[in-house]
């Protein structure tokens, strides 16, 4: 069974762009979890989507948003790009109501 | 979701047990114990999990205090390969959101 996919794995942009992130979960999840990984903050939640509705937001501001599409696939989108937005971004799938997430590589994204 | 804290490091020799310590003294009654590791640069893993009773699977096993306030996990046999950053969180059944603390970066050396 194919893991968690992300695309692009690596991103460069610069302030004030904008950019969109994409996750393909494992077959048959329908829950998809978004975190930021910095080396200051560590792991932070993002948001949470299942079927089509966020469910879960974490402490991010608007800038940073998402959607999930029938298929379960998940983008997210960052707009207003600020030098503190570089990080890995990180996608997990799930069965609803299961306890294992199962993570992505991660998209390490760099704002020059 | 309740607070764990665990130690910044420990190393280990490779084929010994590696025994990672967590403290979760506010852990609520419907919070279940979940192990994830990262090795470096790639996505959390998922380990193990336990409510109270202790747990045991082909990775590791978990180790629950009886007033559930602290836990251990435990690689029976480290390698070179279980060199990561492992995170003890505390979260509901089924929880989608995960909050991961700083973790323990676990050397094993050879």
């Known amino acids: 069974k194919a893991g968690v996919t992300q695309t692009p794995r690596y991103l460069i942009k610069t302030r004030g762009q904008q950019v969109t992130l994409s996750c393909s979960p494992i077959s048959g999840h329908r829950s998809v979890s978004w975190y930021q990984q910095t080396p200051g903050q560590g792991l932070q939640f993002l948001f949470e989507?299942?079927?089509?509705?966020?469910?879960n937001k974490g402490n991010f501001p608007g800038r940073f948003s998402g959607r999930q599409f029938s298929n379960s696939r998940s983008e997210m989108n960052v707009s207003t790009l600020e030098l503190g937005d570089s990080a890995l971004y990180l996608c997990?799938?799930?069965?609803?109501?299961?306890?294992?997430?199962?993570f992505g590589p991660g998209t390490r994204l760099t704002v020059l | 979701d309740a607070k764990t804290t665990q130690p910044p490091s420990m190393d280990c020799a490779e084929g010994r047990a590696a025994n990672l310590p967590c403290n979760h003294s506010t852990i609520s009654g419907n919070e279940y114990v979940y192990w994830y590791r990262q090795i470096h640069s790639q996505g959390p893993q998922y380990i193990i999990h336990?409510?109270?009773n202790n747990e045991t699977n082909e990775m590791a096993s978990l180790i629950i205090t009886e007033d559930r306030k602290s836990s251990t996990l435990i690689l029976p046999h480290a390698t070179l390969r279980d060199t990561a950053v492992y995170y003890c969180i505390a979260a509901i059944w089924g929880a989608q959101k995960l909050v991961f603390g700083q973790g323990t970066r676990l050397t094993i050396n050879p």
């Open positions: 989507y299942f079927s089509e509705t966020q469910r």
């Open positions: 997990a799938s799930s069965f609803l109501w299961q306890n294992e997430q199962f």
């Open positions: 336990g409510l109270k």
